[in-house]
């Protein structure tokens, strides 16, 4: 059972993320999340300094969870190219997650693009993630499943990809069949880096 | 000689630009722009009908400058890989300009999410580029110079790769060298769509 401190935080997060979804970021303040939460002001301040902390919050959650789920593809797989193609599979999940949030997610952005500190945290998965690829790459080389590329470039370039598509996604969703494009567009990149069976 | 109504149009154009970027889209008022050009609001509403409509022009316009970039590459070249090549340069030369423009993009998305007619504005480019791509691999297809791909899933895999690339750049500008790792991963995803000349 979660403690009663940890309910009160994980109310706060879903009513937050309701009403931001619903109404906007700009448009929520912290009195109308209190009363979707049925929490008074000082439970929410003893958890949160503001609303932006809560929207942080939100973020580094999704984030966590994100990571913890691209650490076990990796643990669940023997090669590099098993692990991608399972990290393919969850960035579809997150793409059909994604589709209701991009409004909360531009004006939280824009606020946030004029103060260095809140910027440095909302930039900070897409370096780790740069960093994460870089490294995956750089193993499926020594053990002879990928081709000798430069491996910074080709976690940069999946990253790019990935990022790129998820936004196209998300500013025109009728536009295309993303989820299909995703599949097929990153597998055939992958399929441009793996060395094939034939050629070990 | 330009006229003078549209020299009119083009200094509200060029400071509003100024304004926006250094103030912001929501903190930009039709006063200051008024100020900053030296027009009264009377020949400002002449143009344009209110502050939206001039972010949208200056949107229109950058978009107008590089369709005919993109066609004046594809005049001057033979065939389709020496065209994407050209256009690759160009892109390059996008990301240097858009450097400091994230903030009132940004803001101005952010508003424009919220109404369906505008938003129609924002994402029109997206669709028009997939289009156009998708036409050039054909034609490339058809040419010898690009291998039996689908079309519609390379157009789509190089426009969210640049679209990515550019997001990113915008994002964390001092992560990494983005006109040099945008140059190396849109040519290397290129070279791997391209039919080598020792196979013709």
Redesign the interface.
């Known amino acids: 059972m979660q403690k009663r401190s940890e309910t009160t935080r994980t109310n706060i997060l879903l009513s937050a993320v309701g009403l931001f979804a619903r109404y ?1 970021y700009n448009l929520t303040g912290v009195a109308e999340i209190c009363t979707a939460a049925g929490v008074s002001k000082g439970a929410f301040y003893h958890h949160f300094s503001s609303k932006q902390s809560v929207f942080l919050a939100i973020f580094n959650d999704w984030m966590n969870l994100l990571d913890q789920q691209i650490q076990s593809a990796r643990q669940s797989t023997e090669t590099v190219p098993q692990a991608l193609e399972k990290m393919l599979g969850l960035f579809e999940t997150v793409f059909l997650q994604a589709g209701g949030y ?2 909360m997610f ?2 939280f ?2 606020q946030a ?2 103060d260095p500190l809140i910027w440095q945290v ?2 900070e998965p ?2 780790r993630y ?1 960093r994460y690829f870089t490294a995956l790459i750089q193993e499926g080389i020594i053990e002879g499943t990928i081709r000798k ?2 491996p ?3 976690a ?2 999946l ?7 998820l ?2 996604g998300l ?2 969703p009728k ?2 069949d993303w989820v299909d ?1 995703t599949r ?2 990153v597998s ?2 992958l399929q ?1 880096i793996y060395i094939e069976k034939s050629e070990n």
Not at 159 to 165: E, K, Y
């Open positions: 906007g991009l409004p531009l004006e952005w824009s693009s004029h909302v930039i897409y370096q740069r590329i430069d910074q470039i080709a940069s370039t990253v790019s990809l990935t990022l790129g598509l936004l196209q500013l025109d536009g295309m494009i097929t567009s055939s990149y441009s």
